[in-house]
């Protein structure tokens, strides 16, 4: 290194703040001294010069190489995501030219321990991931497919829009609060239970934490959580995982219609949040160029209404391969037809009672259905399941009984209905599913960072 430099300002790929560093033009100008850290993502090499698109994380930066540097055995052998540590002086991109940012790095130092070097020839990572690799393979080798742009921005948009739900939610005032994961009552029904030994008992891990949010609501106010909700699916979908990450929420003193404006509310307002990060905002561009903001209000369809569309535009019941009909559950492919024709998202509403969750109370207009909402997204089907909670104690105890659930466990459940119960209701959206619809996944597995599915559950 040349100690007769200016010192190096140390910065992160994506830093822009002029007040620390300025460009240089390659004439007059000098630009600021700085000394960055990353990993080598892409390189090219020309005759006397080698130019290497740096990442960190946070951005990638143009790395230029040149005179003895480019000459050095290090520079001459590098291998693709070679961590590095970078001296010199950054400046402007020539007229013509593209980088990030518009700006180079012209390197006057390097460094590189022998322990920061990737493997090379038959060990390159460019030979062990590839977009042709089998998706098993790549799904095995999820740690390193993590390090390619398209895997990792998903994930970095998924970062912020967890942040975006925490913010939406204490601006309306909701709290955030920890139900367990160990739980011994179901929610939404037996066949999905992970079960598991617990001391002498047995518990499961909790399909949803719904339940615990409702016994907050009468000292802790309109609530929400963000936590990992569990599913032994036993099919492979696009859109199914076994452990997922579900945000919840409870509202107190509200009607169905509250709720749904609510539900509108928080996704347009997160999706506001999101975009309103620069950096966020491109690499949803990146992932989804068709992405609009959805219109407003969100187009509301009653399960019968829905019902009715399906036989009017013969999508059939899969299972009776009939005509559907008023009572059927509309399968996963069936509702993704519809949601991609109408192509905006959907609520639809008012499910009848016997293919929905105990806890959902009759609508009094049309007591065959529930005040229930599943929001449909175009490319995913459903991405939130809400309703209003049955919140009268001998409505609920029959509820039990018809569903031939025990209602002891429950205790803690029904004690709600006898101490101060109300009119409340809640949902809960699947993050992936979420992140599948914004960043245009053909499916929820890439939208988590290590996804776990029947028959998967490594690295
Ligand atoms: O419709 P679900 O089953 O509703 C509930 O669990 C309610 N107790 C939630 C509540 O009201 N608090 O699931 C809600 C959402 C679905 O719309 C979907 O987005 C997601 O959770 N989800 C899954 N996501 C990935 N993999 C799975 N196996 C999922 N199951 C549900």
Redesign the pocket.
């Given at each position: 290194e040349d100690k007769s430099l200016p010192e190096a300002v140390k910065i992160r790929l994506d830093d822009t703040d002029s007040t620390k560093i300025q460009l240089g033009d390659g004439a007059d100008k000098k630009g600021t001294r700085v000394r960055v850290l990353g990993r080598v993502h892409r390189e090219r090499r020309q005759k006397d010069i080698t130019f290497v698109t740096l990442k960190d994380g946070y951005g990638f930066m143009q790395v230029l190489f040149q005179g003895n540097l480019a000459k050095t055995y290090d520079i001459l052998t590098l291998t693709r995501e070679t961590s590095m540590e970078i001296l010199g002086e950054l400046k402007e991109v020539p007229a013509g030219a593209k980088a990030p940012h518009n700006r180079e790095l012209h390197a006057d130092y390097f460094s590189i321990p022998e322990e920061w070097k990737a493997a090379g020839g038959e060990e390159a990572i460019t030979n062990r991931v590839s977009k042709d690799q089998d998706p098993s393979v790549l799904l095995d080798l999820r740690h390193l497919a993590l390090r390619g742009e398209e895997r990792s921005k998903v994930l970095i948009v998924r970062d912020a829009v967890e942040y975006a739900f925490n913010t939406v939610y204490h601006e309306l005032r909701l709290r955030k609060m920890s139900p367990p994961a160990f739980v011994q009552t179901q929610?939404?029904g037996g066949a999905t239970l992970f079960k598991l030994p617990y001391y002498n008992e047995e518990a499961y891990l909790t399909?949803?934490?719904?339940l615990y949010?409702e016994t907050c609501l009468p000292s802790m106010g309109d609530v929400y959580c963000i936590e990992k909700?569990f599913?032994a699916?036993k099919s492979l979908t696009r859109?199914?995982?076994a452990e997922?990450t579900?945000i919840?929420a409870e509202l107190d003193f509200i009607t169905f219609d509250d709720l749904l404006d609510h539900l509108e509310q928080v996704m347009c307002r997160v999706l506001e949040i999101t975009l309103a990060d620069p950096i966020i905002k491109q690499y949803v561009a990146d992932l989804n160029p068709d992405f609009q903001m959805p219109e407003r209000p969100f187009k509301r369809m009653k399960y019968a209404d829905a019902i009715d569309w399906l036989v009017e535009h013969q999508i059939e019941n899969e299972e009776t391969q009939q005509p559907h009909k008023f009572g059927d559950d509309i399968a996963e492919a069936a509702e993704r037809r519809m949601t991609d024709i109408i192509n905006r998202p959907i609520f639809l509403t008012h499910f009848p009672f016997e293919i929905k969750?105990f806890y959902m109370p009759k609508d009094v207009e049309d007591p065959r259905v529930t005040e229930s909402v599943?929001c449909l997204m175009p490319g995913v089907g459903?991405?939130?399941?809400?309703?209003m909670r049955m919140h009268n104690y001998d409505d609920l105890m029959a509820a039990f009984a018809r569903e031939g659930i025990d209602p002891a466990p429950y205790y803690w459940y029904t004690d709600q209905r006898k101490y101060g119960s109300s009119p409340h209701g809640?949902?809960?959206?699947?993050l992936?599913?979420f992140l599948a619809w914004l960043c245009k996944q053909h499916t929820?597995r890439d939208c988590c960072l290590y996804p776990r599915y029947f028959t998967r559950c490594k690295p």
């Amino acid at each position: 290194e040349d100690k007769s430099l200016p010192e190096a300002v140390k910065i992160r790929l994506d830093d822009t703040d002029s007040t620390k560093i300025q460009l240089g033009d390659g004439a007059d100008k000098k630009g600021t001294r700085v000394r960055v850290l990353g990993r080598v993502h892409r390189e090219r090499r020309q005759k006397d010069i080698t130019f290497v698109t740096l990442k960190d994380g946070y951005g990638f930066m143009q790395v230029l190489f040149q005179g003895n540097l480019a000459k050095t055995y290090d520079i001459l052998t590098l291998t693709r995501e070679t961590s590095m540590e970078i001296l010199g002086e950054l400046k402007e991109v020539p007229a013509g030219a593209k980088a990030p940012h518009n700006r180079e790095l012209h390197a006057d130092y390097f460094s590189i321990p022998e322990e920061w070097k990737a493997a090379g020839g038959e060990e390159a990572i460019t030979n062990r991931v590839s977009k042709d690799q089998d998706p098993s393979v790549l799904l095995d080798l999820r740690h390193l497919a993590l390090r390619g742009e398209e895997r990792s921005k998903v994930l970095i948009v998924r970062d912020a829009v967890e942040y975006a739900f925490n913010t939406v939610y204490h601006e309306l005032r909701l709290r955030k609060m920890s139900p367990p994961a160990f739980v011994q009552t179901q929610v939404e029904g037996g066949a999905t239970l992970f079960k598991l030994p617990y001391y002498n008992e047995e518990a499961y891990l909790t399909q949803s934490s719904q339940l615990y949010l409702e016994t907050c609501l009468p000292s802790m106010g309109d609530v929400y959580c963000i936590e990992k909700s569990f599913r032994a699916e036993k099919s492979l979908t696009r859109r199914h995982l076994a452990e997922y990450t579900h945000i919840e929420a409870e509202l107190d003193f509200i009607t169905f219609d509250d709720l749904l404006d609510h539900l509108e509310q928080v996704m347009c307002r997160v999706l506001e949040i999101t975009l309103a990060d620069p950096i966020i905002k491109q690499y949803v561009a990146d992932l989804n160029p068709d992405f609009q903001m959805p219109e407003r209000p969100f187009k509301r369809m009653k399960y019968a209404d829905a019902i009715d569309w399906l036989v009017e535009h013969q999508i059939e019941n899969e299972e009776t391969q009939q005509p559907h009909k008023f009572g059927d559950d509309i399968a996963e492919a069936a509702e993704r037809r519809m949601t991609d024709i109408i192509n905006r998202p959907i609520f639809l509403t008012h499910f009848p009672f016997e293919i929905k969750a105990f806890y959902m109370p009759k609508d009094v207009e049309d007591p065959r259905v529930t005040e229930s909402v599943d929001c449909l997204m175009p490319g995913v089907g459903e991405i939130v399941g809400g309703s209003m909670r049955m919140h009268n104690y001998d409505d609920l105890m029959a509820a039990f009984a018809r569903e031939g659930i025990d209602p002891a466990p429950y205790y803690w459940y029904t004690d709600q209905r006898k101490y101060g119960s109300s009119p409340h209701g809640g949902y809960g959206l699947g993050l992936e599913r979420f992140l599948a619809w914004l960043c245009k996944q053909h499916t929820v597995r890439d939208c988590c960072l290590y996804p776990r599915y029947f028959t998967r559950c490594k690295p």
